[in-house]
């Protein structure tokens, strides 16, 4: 199986900040990777699928880069809305993994 | 609209058998396939398994394999996920998610509390 690492697992960023989560494929999935958000209560939403994509609706502010084995998730700043939990998720095949979250904070 | 509703919330004993379904409506649906994740409370996402609604095809964790059934009802575009000998480590939140073949998912139902209890 795939395993997804992502760090650091919580975030404390203000509001304005640049922010950069990171998330490593124990082994090559090309640029099969998404990103969500999830906040308390709700179902998580997508942000980015392969890997640098931009869900449609999705503000611009987010990014996401990488390939291979290490992919990373850019908030060029931070809003209020963006306080939340993050998730990467592996689709290189039928068979997902998802990362195991980042807490992002106030500061 | 394009939406997937799921049943409510249930409360099961230890050993009991539960079944969640995820009703799609506002787009044909067999032409994506459905995956479950379910949520811990304080944990994160564990992905199921995923369901071919037009094939009836399914793929199902390591974790789940023998626990876990997928189905559906294409007749009233309604898919299924049932997960038996349920234990209080399976209390949590399950989602169903709607995905272009195999890829990820932009749409997801809004949850159904399961929770196991004596």
């Known amino acids: ?107 | 609209q394009v939406q997937l509703v799921q049943s409510g919330a249930e409360v099961k004993k230890p050993g009991a058998s539960v079944k969640v379904s995820c009703k799609a409506s506002g787009y044909t649906f067999t032409s994506y396939d459905i995956n479950w994740v379910r949520q811990a409370t304080g944990q994160g996402l564990e992905w199921m398994g995923w369901m071919n609604p037009n094939s009836g095809n399914t793929g199902y964790a390591q974790k789940f394999q023998g626990r876990v059934t997928m189905t559906r009802n294409t007749s009233i575009s309604t898919a299924y996920m049932e997960l038996s000998s349920l234990r209080s480590e399976d209390t949590a939140v399950y989602y169903c998610a709607r995905v272009p073949r195999g890829s990820y998912a932009p749409l997801w139902g809004q949850g159904t509390l399961v929770t196991v209890s004596s």
């Open chain 1, 1 to 107: 199986d795939i395993q997804m690492t992502q760090s650091p697992s919580t975030l404390s960023a203000s509001v304005g900040d640049r922010v950069t989560i990171t998330c490593r494929a124990s082994q090559s999935i090309s640029s099969w990777l998404a990103w969500y958000q999830q906040k308390p209560g709700k179902a998580p939403k997508l942000l980015i699928y392969k890997a640098s994509s931009l869900e449609s609706g999705v503000p611009s502010r987010f990014s996401g880069s990488g390939s291979g084995t290490e992919f990373t998730l850019t908030i060029s700043s931070l809003q209020p809305d963006d306080f939340a939990t993050y998730y990467c998720q592996q689709y290189n095949s039928y068979l997902w993994t998802f990362g195991q979250g980042t807490k992002v904070e106030i500061k």
